[in-house]
């Protein structure tokens, strides 16, 4: 596979793997308790939700990325830059000089771009079943890469919200966890600072096979009155392939001298989300 072809498919597939590959049209709320009475276990709830970085409007940084897909391995430079509740921006630069790709999540839409062969795909959350149907939309991953708890289909976790969640003492950590039909999500954080080190969404299918997201977060560094991970390594597994990345950033800074929207030049031909679908489906 050529390092094009990589890109090309890696691109929409790292944007697909933040929200797992299928959903039920009957994806009910369900939650692991169905309130919880235990003190001990609303207390941990709480401090987890506490570690937010909502004080933050701006976080931006070069970043190195590491992409390994259908067999092959692909080493990027980039950029990462994000607006609170606006924005998540990738830009991925191959060869250290061309912008090859960049991944765009706002609200209402998501925006992939190949550059080299001037393509994108430009969907809105709604219009993606799986999205819509698993409750997961820019938020949720927003928490994603700002290593926070969420509550799929909603902006904020609050206080009501954390009845659906469970808690459990892990050794040195906590396990945190809810339920939706066929999706579990888990978090681990540690009892010292409350930080989650893991994310995981995993998606049960009796017929096809299990899909599974698999965060992990490290190297955290000072960033307001909590910690922020500089090194970010997720692995997506499907029953018919395993796509990994790992990015990390070199330093953060909080720029915000930057247009938060990408507007696609008319050069640029639209591509179905289907095609893209067919060809993850047969890798």
């Known amino acids: 596979m050529k390092l094009l072809d990589i890109i090309k498919i890696a691109l929409p597939a790292l944007l697909l793997a933040f929200t797992s590959c299928r959903s039920t049209k009957t994806a009910e709320k369900t939650s692991v308790t169905t309130k919880a009475e235990d003190t001990g276990k609303q207390e941990m709830l709480r401090k987890v939700a506490a570690v937010s970085h909502a004080d933050t409007r701006f976080v931006t940084s070069k970043i190195k990325l590491n992409l390994s897909v259908g067999g092959q391995d692909l080493s990027l430079s980039g950029n990462l830059k994000m607006k609170r509740d606006e ?4 830009q991925l630069v191959a060869l250290g000089l061309i912008e090859a ?38 938020h949720s991953l927003q928490s994603l890469f700002w290593d926070e ?39 681990m954080a540690d009892k010292d600072k409350w930080l989650i080190k893991t994310a995981n969404v995993t998606y049960k299918d009796a017929a096809r096979g299990n899909t599974q997201l698999t965060w992990h977060y490290g190297n955290f560094k000072p960033m307001g ?16 392939h ?6 990390s950033l070199n330093g953060i800074d909080h720029d915000s001298g930057w247009e938060t929207r990408t507007s696609v030049s008319d050069r640029y031909k639209q591509v179905k989300l289907d095609d893209i679908l067919r060809k993850l489906g047969s890798m």
């Not at 839409?109 to 698993?134: G, H, P």
């Not at 459990?168 to 945190?176: I, P, Q, S």
């Open 87 to 90: 924005v998540i921006r990738l």
């Open 101 to 138: 790709g960049r991944i765009e999540l706002t609200p209402d839409y998501m925006l992939v771009m190949d550059r080299i062969n001037k393509q994108y795909i430009k969907v809105a959350y709604s219009d993606v079943d799986f999205l819509r149907e698993s409750g997961l939309n820019f």
């Open 149 to 187: 708890l969420f509550e799929p289909g909603t902006t904020t976790v609050t206080t009501k919200a954390l009845d659906a969640f469970n808690a459990y003492e892990a050794g040195t950590d906590v396990a945190v966890m809810i339920e939706r039909g066929p999706l579990t999500y888990r978090w």
């Open 225 to 240: 009155a909590q910690g922020f991970p500089m090194q970010n390594d997720i692995t997506l597994t499907t029953p018919k």
């Open 242 to 247: 395993t796509l990994k990345m790992s990015y």
